[in-house]
């Protein structure tokens, strides 16, 4: 069975600081990877995926994450954080053959001015 | 092209009541899934619509129904509700093909309260 594991329910970092919230999944198949933002009072918005192509992923506003089959680690990084970019971050896996998925506990970024 | 529309965007009930929540799915896409998010928590998958049929269901009772109309919005409903059942509810659309990955988009969601 698929699930992922967020290390950290709450990160903070300073204006400009390196970003990284850490992800971990189990997987008997070849995972499909993925990662969400959810802005308050807001739904679900994709960053970016993992589909078993190039295993640095490219995402929008700036994130990317790397996928590494030995580590079983999908972490996401952003080189510079913005005031923007406070919200919470869910980690997902594809779960069954009808493409559910199965989210993370979630990992909320502060930014700090 | 219209994303994908939940109503409405909250919702008070009481304890052994039953709602429905409404969904309609993006443009070109024929398949719905439900998530449920508690407060705190990553979402759960409830099930997934597709051609007006369950497709799938997650670990919720069978209290929890649903139904996909041939236009592919979907409705979620919920009877004897219980106080845990208060959360956000997440809708999702996608155009299910064959042998492709289908990419879920997702709406804003519903919350609900349970008194």
């Known amino acids: 069975a698929q699930s992922v594991t967020q290390l950290g329910s709450h990160v903070s970092v300073s204006e400009g600081a390196l970003v990284l919230l850490r992800c971990n999944y189990s997987?008997?198949?070849?995972?499909?990877l993925f990662w969400y933002v959810q802005y308050p009072n807001q739904g679900l918005q994709l960053l970016l995926k993992?589909?078993?192509?190039?295993?640095l992923v490219k995402g929008i506003n700036g994130f990317e994450a790397e996928f590494k089959k030995s580590e079983t680690s999908f972490h996401l990084t952003k080189p510079s954080a913005h005031m923007s970019d406070a919200a919470e971050y869910f980690c997902?896996?594809?779960?069954?053959?009808?493409?559910?998925?199965?989210f993370g506990k979630g990992t909320k970024l502060s930014v700090k001015p | 092209e219209t994303g994908v529309t939940q109503s409405p965007t909250h919702l008070i009930k009481t304890r052994g009541q039953q709602v429905t929540l409404r969904c309609s799915s993006q443009?070109?896409?024929?398949?719905v899934s439900w998530y449920q998010q508690a407060l705190g928590q990553g979402p759960q998958f409830i099930f997934q619509?597709?051609?007006?049929?369950?497709?799938g269901r997650g670990n919720f009772p069978p209290r929890f129904s649903g139904l996909q109309f041939p236009n592919y919005s979907s409705e979620l409903n919920v009877n004897a509700l219980e106080l845990d059942d208060s959360a956000l509810y997440l809708c999702?659309?996608?155009?299910?093909?064959?042998?492709?990955?289908?990419?879920?988009?997702f709406g804003p969601g519903t919350r609900l309260t349970v008194l």
């Open positions: 999702a659309s996608s155009a299910r093909q064959q042998g492709a990955y289908n990419e879920q988009f």
């Open positions: 997987s008997s198949v070849p995972p499909y």
């Open positions: 993992y589909t078993s192509a190039a295993t």
């Open positions: 997902a896996v594809r779960g069954g053959s009808q493409g559910n998925l199965i």
């Open positions: 443009s070109g896409h024929n398949t």
């Open positions: 619509y597709y051609r007006e049929e369950e497709n």
